[in-house]
């Protein structure tokens, strides 16, 4: 390994693949740096092609593991045939002041292996109203801006979906999107004709439908609707870092990447007055190391951002890298996914669904759009779809045991729709995290102390939620309607945001609007580490674009010499 590049990249997920892959096209020797395993495109996808007869416990983890691990075995997706994607409870610990799920993956790739795939465009009411209503600072970018990245990130990444016209979700660069199936469009058009500014729409997914010839050029294929996405796609057909971003930065000959190293801060040097590098264990041998930078990036996923930023002390920051004004670590965000409703439907017993599609369809944020109007401040996405059970409960099928019980299994069940809750929520001071003064995690640097919480503009976001879902539920035709509020702890959601906000005044904010810490102009964060407020859309596409901006703009200024 080379000790001395043009950029680091720390960290090589959503935001961190984008980073090294703008950053070598525009000419920059860059390192990937990872603190976990190295993982290659579809050589380490051990369990992509497996049935669950050949999986030890048929998908299930076992009682053992599941005693042993009670946080990580609540994350969505996480099985036995994706526990390689995840790292176990002891394997990172953290001090929870108040409850907070934090779920992992340290690997190449990150949770670009594992997220949800949902990429729906922030709409300008997302990007102003904190401001305007006050329970936020203004942004420093609006929609308008960000548009043109939206579009450069959504044409590379492939998003299949459909342009609907809806201001509260902008439409963007779509291949075509899942069909509905026939319970789904009875639904969105119960839903059109009883409410008119309600709109359940097919959802914007991370998914090549119909690949492009770039796409094809890097060896993506199209989505076979296996949905075991989480296991890694050997296809391509989902965007990952390993699929798509990794491999467009190596084609330059301009990247490197290195694996298994822990970052323990970023190096501030106090005569020249910017970075110089970071510090790194190799987890390998325990040594500590250092790579020298003239740029670097912070993609090390939100919160872990915030933890090498406040680790990263001097004589000039003794508070953290650039943390003057006590902003670092304040302010984090999270969404709220607490509600989930269902219920039955009778009927359409003559048609059934195709493939298992891998999509949801979503139903747009309605509330505070155009005026804020509501006990509560911000909106909700709402994810729903249908499907049909499997028939277990029919009389005819005995008492769970025998042959007719297993011949009824060969036939489907009712239909059954759902809908749950993907709320924003305020960043607030006294939501922060901070290095604990006595705990240590397995390489001896400071454990991350979550001090986290809900607060009543959330109570009252999900008793909306569920009075509205179940009316709607009933409108479209609905029975034996189902609620619930899980009261999940924060975290769970995996969308964790804040801490190192972009803003334009140094006093209430770290980042600028290119994502550049105010007080070193030489260290960008892209991730979500960076956000001011959360919205209400799934935010990985924003960090794509907010990177993809940031890259190139890091990129002009180290050719002009400006950093």
């Known amino acids: 390994m080379n000790t001395t590049y043009d950029a680091i990249v720390i960290g090589s997920g959503i935001s961190g693949g984008w980073a090294a892959k703008v950053l070598c096209e525009q000419g920059l020797k860059t390192c990937i740096v990872e603190r976990g395993r190295n993982v290659e495109h579809t050589k380490d996808y051990p369990t992509a092609h497996l049935h669950p007869w050949e999986l030890p416990h048929a998908g299930w983890m076992p009682k053992a593991f599941r005693d042993e691990n009670p946080l990580i075995t609540k994350a969505a997706g996480f099985g036995e045939d994706t526990a390689h994607f995840f790292i176990k409870d002891k394997d990172q610990p953290y001090v929870q002041k108040k409850p907070f799920d934090w779920i992992r993956g340290f690997q190449v790739g990150g949770k670009s292996l594992t997220w949800g795939r949902a990429c729906q465009r922030w709409s300008q ?31 590379f990444i492939g998003v299949c979906g459909n342009k609907d016209g809806l201001e509260s979700m902008p439409d963007g660069e779509f291949l075509p999107p899942f069909e509905m199936n026939c319970v789904e469009q009875h639904m969105s058009t119960a839903l059109a004709n009883r409410y008119p500014d309600r709109h359940l729409v097919h959802g914007r997914w991370a998914h090549l439908t119909e690949p492009k010839e770039h796409h094809l050029e890097l060896g993506r294929g199209k989505c076979q609707a296996r949905n075991l996405c989480m296991r890694g796609c050997p296809f391509g057909a989902y965007f990952s870092s390993n699929s798509s971003t990794i491999p467009s930065a190596q084609r330059t000959g301009n990247l490197s990447i290195l694996s298994n190293a822990v970052v323990v801060k970023i190096i501030y040097d106090d005569q020249q007055k910017k970075a110089t590098g970071i510090e790194y264990i190799d987890t390998a041998t325990g040594s500590r190391q250092e790579l020298k930078a003239s740029i670097v990036f912070v993609n090390a996923s939100a919160l872990n951002s915030n933890l090498i930023l406040l680790n990263s002390t001097s004589d000039r920051f003794p508070k953290g890298l650039g943390n003057d004004h006590d902003v670092l670590g304040h302010y984090v965000g999270f969404h709220n996914y ?13 048609t059934y669904i195709y493939g298992r599609n891998p999509s949801e369809l979503i139903l747009a944020n309605f509330r505070n759009v155009y005026k804020h109007d509501m006990p509560f401040v911000g909106g909700y996405t709402i994810f729903s779809g249908a499907y049909r059970s499997r028939n277990e409960e029919a009389p005819e099928n005995g008492p769970g045991i025998g042959a007719a019980y297993k011949e009824g299994l060969c036939l489907p069940g009712d239909w059954r729709a759902y809908m749950y809750m993907q709320g924003e929520t305020i960043p607030k001071a006294s939501n922060r995290v901070y290095l604990s003064d006595t705990e240590k995690d397995p390489w001896g640097i400071p454990q991350l102390v979550m001090d986290v919480n809900y607060d009543d503009n959330d109570e009252l976001m999900v008793q909306d939620f569920l009075k509205e879902s179940k009316a709607m539920l009933q409108v479209m035709g609905c029975s034996d309607i189902e609620q619930n509020d899980s009261k999940q702890a924060p975290g769970l959601d995996i969308h964790e945001m804040g801490g190192c906000r972009m803003g334009a005044d140094p006093k209430t904010s770290m980042l600028n609007k290119y994502n550049q810490l105010h007080l070193c102009k030489n260290v960008f964060v892209t991730d979500g580490a960076c956000m001011t407020s959360t919205g209400n859309q799934s935010p990985s596409l924003l960090y794509m674009a907010f990177t993809a901006r940031a890259a190139t703009y890091a990129a002009e200024q180290f050719k002009a010499k400006s950093i």
């Open 125 to 155: 009411s997302e990007f102003e109203s904190p401001s305007k209503y006050n329970y936020g600072i203004q942004w420093p970018v609006d929609y308008a801006e960000m548009a043109p990245w939206y579009h450069l990130v959504e044409d």
């Open 338 to 350: 607490r509600g989930y409703t269902s219920g039955k439907f009778e009927g359409f017993k003559d």
